[in-house]
């Protein structure tokens, strides 16, 4: 549908409120390269807070014109409310499927997956998510605002209430100014946060972001991240960022999930401990290249399961 929603219809008012807001730091994760042993110090970790998503030994396997193709085999992974989660791993390792099935646009051979301690589908259909694409998926007939508003329309909002939240979450992406405008008429960066204030236009407790920023040059993507940082600092939800970008995934997250080639398993579960409040300047330190070297370490050791 690519309009950075649930398919829903039914509006809900007990799901229009986001998750309090939420401080304080995680267990540090130990660097480790099997899975298992990954998940066990996930699961401690997250348990200080309320899960917003909760993926027990999912597989999902799926047919192909020559055969069965095993997409991931046996994750498990525990997200408490109000981090910012990044999924990093080689092309075809599962990043994006694994997003799909919290989306429940996929469904899971084997293992189970709640969202809010809901099923997947049940969370889709009380909107407890937004989903953003990796293109703006912007309708290039409607302006900006109208785009904004398009989710408020499907569920069923005043008109008057469609454009008072147009106008806020426009503001908090700073495109302010820009709601009469139509998508060709904005860059490449200033399309992609238009597609972030639709996706939080119902206000959804969990953002989903399938490399909203690959095909964006590196001065747009920097500057993008920048602001990302705070609009999630300013509006606490939970952030499920899938990258390719090592610095991208360090630069933004909480904790980074690093995932094996197909069939994805999740290699390490490293927590960034970086100060909140981060600028561009930060990949300078030795921090980050601590854990840089980290990500790197499984992104290599996860290798193994081709040999």
Known sequence: MGVGMPLSTHRDESSVAGPPRSGGLFR?????HMAASAVSETRVS????PLAVDVRDVSLTY???DGEVAALSGVNLAIAEGEFVSFIGPSGCGKTTLLRLIADLEQPSAGALLVNGMSAGQARLTRAYGYIFQAPALYPWRTIEK???LPLEVMGYSHRERRERATRYL??????GFERKFPWQLSGGMQQRASIAR????????LLMDEPFGALDEIVRDHLNEQ???LWDKTGKTVIFVTHSI???IFLSTRIVVMSPRPGRIIDVIECDLPRERTLEIRETAQFVRNAQRVRMGLRSGHSYDE
């Open 228 to 230: 990302l940082l705070r």
């Open 171 to 176: 503001a908090l992406v700073n495109l302010s």
């Open 247 to 249: 610095p991208e995934a």
């Open 63 to 65: 047919e192909a014109a």
């Open 147 to 149: 785009n904004v508003m």
């Open 199 to 206: 996706a939080l236009s119902f206000d959804p407790a969990l």
């Open 46 to 49: 997250s348990a200080v807070r």
């Open 28 to 32: 540090v994760v130990k660097p480790m």
